[in-house]
């Protein structure tokens, strides 16, 4: 099997979604001296971000070993700094900015299937979560693939992790060190993969964790380190600039970062296998005489070396041929596959060839064909012949021939090709079967070596060079050109013709009042003839019960449906569907677009929780002071309130006196430049008589220190137990009794956890009203601080709404009801 997809048309990695590009011959004769360097690396840890891209950019490119990044999650339980989105969204968005992050360095990304939860402060708790020896055979069908000689963990294996999920990443990786060599461990993996046996493990440590630097350095007198800073002539980059530009592209963390041109000491604690002294790769052949029979290959490399030339690459093309033919007489290997695909992207580089197959569809519907335009370039006086081309669908061994040589040699070659009826949509492949809260479910353990879905469709390209017959794979892309931004390229999906979006994730029917529901029904490319209806719980009723619609292409409409619950029914649903021709689709669209990621598209079921419960609200008219981006909006509304999105005109004291409350969106205190003029106009509004609901800030990074009328500092403290027993510490309080009775029932059923970022000290005139822990800790009575100020109020609330309202909580709702109507 072969270890790792290599991506031949841009240096250092080709994700599906970027525009073909030639590469400089600086770059060229880096992958030539590459050639020579047969060693691999493993680097390990829990999320997005935890990686450490200076020592991947490092050995990447100063070292030329194979790079590799494992992170168990996809950054699921995190919070979107860029936008609204969450849970599945949010872990499509990380995973494709690791995706560029690893094209920035020039490492490979895989990812195993544990789904982030939230933030968890043991790893004694993560397990009782995540399944351990799934992950451990997630982790050892990687180690086994991949073949690596050193292994390195960002985290150490106690509470110094600061984070649960590090932790367990470390014992993992300690458990996959031990299991992969072992034939007993996972034997059905065995008709795939051989067992594999590490050289070394090691931690890569820092002065992170430790309680200062001076004790730090102490500990790390005996342990390896030496330093990565170094400036790369071929891509014009220090180490530090590079680390810098792929730690950007973490943006959905606001991770921008600036370049570092000096000196990293990178630290290196032994933790299993053969100890290093000074070097992580020590003791470790990564030459060709680890591979029998191979002095001939060793000898063509070097000759590519001491030949090759800046100016003319192309005079390399006969060594490079023999190269190849000289690989390919190897016997069977990994290494042999590896480098064999690396001489092929050589050779596509010298000859400055340029290969691409693209359409101008988007989409793709099961039953329709596909217009494809293939373009090969040959900017060289080598004479290349294009003789066919096959394609494959979804990355099935099923391959089809498109097309045939004709007589005169076509450069640009148009074709159309069917697309079965019973081909599968394009759903992310972790996302394809129903997952919990912990876990992915993905059957087939080869999908793990890739990041992301295969292409929907690609090409292989067959050619002849100076009689050497080879074959390029290339995804089929989608191509238009925006007026601003220009030529785009991005990934087509197999989906069906249309869709069904409803208004919301979750509908709160308060006091068995009807609602009206949207649905957006949406068709991505036909015109589509179709009925849509809901399916509601047993006993309600849904008024019209089917609309009939007609779409024309690209065309979207809404509809609106009146739904009356009958009976207390909680954690019920909603579901939306489409009938067409005969077939009943049931799936919405998100489309998830950012500049710094290929356009992703997020297929999903079209259902929604729903609740009827008893609530009150007290005043109508809320101000939404938008934050990081939040879906609360969205959930006031469902609940009676009229919500304006407030912009910067909005922000005066007299604007802000129609508002019944205002409602500050999580951590608007650390993105809004703003924030500290915000600030004064809020308090004034709160003397006036208002009520201010601020939501949960990180304690790093405030644009400004004051955040209520008196004194209160944030901290890391949080309750990460969703189920956490809640305490009432002052049970008269209005903000338990009016409008809503607040009882212990109603904190049953939140997701994720209670809250987070704690205050941990505030100014006596605040009043708290409830206060829970996680196991074995103390109270924390912080998460709700309430200030009368002037007329009016001022709340704090480190509880997450942004997670309680989108997951349809009634208790959330009818205690954030009782906040907002503090004052009424």
Request: hydrophobic residues 35%; neutral net charge; glycine residues 6%.
């Amino acid at each position: 099997m072969r270890r790792r997809f290599l991506f031949i048309l841009l240096f250092p990695l080709f994700t599906w979604a970027q525009k073909p590009m030639a590469v400089p011959s600086s770059v060229i004769y880096q992958e030539i001296k590459k050639l020579n360097v047969l060693g691999t690396v493993l680097y390990m840890a829990a999320h997005p971000d935890d990686e450490n891209t200076a020592l991947i950019a490092y050995y990447a490119n100063q070292k030329l070993y194979n790079t590799n990044y494992l992170s168990l999650t996809r950054g699921d339980g995190g919070q979107d700094l860029i936008g609204p989105e969450m849970r599945e969204k949010l872990g499509i968005i990380r995973t494709q900015e690791l995706l560029q992050a690893r094209r920035l360095d020039g490492g490979h990304q895989y990812f195993a299937t544990a789904n982030d939860f939230g933030f968890s402060k043991n790893p004694e708790e993560v397990f009782t979560k995540w399944p351990k020896d799934t992950l451990l055979a997630n982790a050892v069908w990687i180690i086994r693939n991949l073949q690596p000689d050193v292994m390195i963990t960002r985290f150490p294996k106690d509470a110094r992790a600061g984070h649960g999920q590090h932790s367990a990443s470390s014992i993992l990786a300690e458990a996959a060190f031990k299991a992969a060599g072992d034939p007993n461990m996972f034997p059905e993996q065995l008709k795939y993969v051989k067992p594999w046996k590490v050289k070394r493990l090691v931690w890569n440590t820092s002065a992170w964790g430790f309680s200062s630097k001076k004790v730090f350095d102490e500990y790390a007198k005996n342990l390896i380190h030496f330093n990565i800073g170094e400036y790369n002539s071929a891509l014009g980059k220090s180490i530090g600039e590079m680390a810098a530009e792929s730690r950007s592209m973490h943006k959905s963390q606001a991770f921008g970062s600036a370049g570092n041109r000096g000196s990293i000491e990178e630290y290196f604690e032994p933790t299993l296998g053969v100890t290093a002294k000074k070097d992580l790769f020590e003791d470790v052949n990564t030459t060709w005489s680890r591979i029998p029979h191979s002095e001939k290959v060793q000898q063509d490399v070097n000759g590519l070396i001491a030949h090759f030339s800046l100016e003319n690459p192309t005079i390399i093309l006969p060594r490079l041929i023999q190269t190849y033919k000289d690989i390919s007489a190897l016997e069977k290997s990994d290494w042999k596959n590896e480098k064999l695909n690396e001489v092929k992207t050589i050779i596509q580089q010298v000859l400055g060839l340029y290969l691409s197959s693209t359409t101008s569809d988007e989409t793709i519907a099961p039953g329709d064909e596909l217009k494809i335009v293939t373009e090969v370039k040959n900017r060289s006086n080598t004479k290349v012949r294009f003789t066919a081309i096959d394609y494959k669908i979804n990355g099935t061994n099923d391959v089809k021939t498109a097309w045939i040589k004709e007589e005169d040699n076509n450069e640009i070659v148009q074709y159309t090709i069917p697309i079965p009826q019973n081909t599968p949509y394009s759903f992310q492949y972790w996302l394809r079967e129903k997952h919990d809260d912990a876990m992915y479910h993905v059957a087939n353990m080869s999908d793990l070596n890739s990041p992301e879905n295969l292409p929907a469709i690609s090409t292989t390209l067959h050619l002849t060079i100076d009689g050497l017959v080879l074959d390029y794979t290339i995804p089929v892309q989608y191509k238009n050109v925006d007026p601003v931004k220009g030529e785009l390229y991005n990934p087509i999906w197999i989906a069906p013709k249309g869709f069904v979006n409803l208004d919301n994730s979750a509908y709160i029917f308060a006091n068995g009042q009807a609602k009206t529901v949207k649905v957006k029904v949406s068709t991505q490319e036909d015109a589509l003839n179709g009925t849509v209806g809901l399916n509601v719980p047993k006993g309600w009723s849904v008024t019209p019960q089917t609309i009939a619609t007609q779409l024309t292409t690209h065309d979207e409409k809404d509809l609106e449906f009146t739904v009356t619950p009958n009976g207390n029914i909680q954690n019920g649903e909603i579901q939306a569907f489409i009938v067409s021709k005969g077939d009943t689709n049931n799936l919405s669209l998100d489309k998830i677009q950012y500049d710094h990621i290929p356009t992703q598209l997020y297929m999903y079921p079209a259902i929604a929780k729903t609740n009827n419960i008893d609530i009150s609200i007290k005043g109508k008219n809320i101000g939404y002071l938008m934050g990081a981006g939040d879906d609360v909006p969205a959930g006031l509304r469902q609940i009676g309130y009229n919500v304006t999105l407030l912009q910067d005109k909005d922000m005066t004291v007299a604007s802000l006196q129609q508002f019944d409350a205002v409602m500050i969106g999580v951590r608007a205190y650390n993105v809004l430049p703003k924030m500290a003029h915000y600030q004064d106009v809020l308090l004034e509004y709160c003397k006036n008589g208002g009520n201010v609901v601020a939501q949960y800030n990180v304690y790093r990074g405030l644009q400004t220190n004051k955040i209520g009328p008196y004194p209160l500092q944030l901290s890391n403290d949080r309750v990460t137990d969703e189920n956490a027993k809640i305490t009432f510490t002052n049970p008269d309080n209005k903000a338990l009794n009016y409008p809503n009775k607040i009882t212990e029932k109603d904190f049953d059923g939140w997701v994720q956890e209670r809250g987070l970022y704690f205050p941990d000290q505030w100014d006596e005139k605040y009043q708290t009203i409830i206060a829970c822990h996680d196991p074995n800790e103390k109270d924390l009575a912080g998460g709700i601080l309430i200030a009368p100020y002037g007329k009016g109020y001022f709340v704090y609330s480190a509880y997450d709404w942004f997670r309680e309202l989108p997951a349809g909580v009634p208790g959330a709702y009818r205690l954030l009801a009782n906040l907002l109507s503090l004052g009424k």
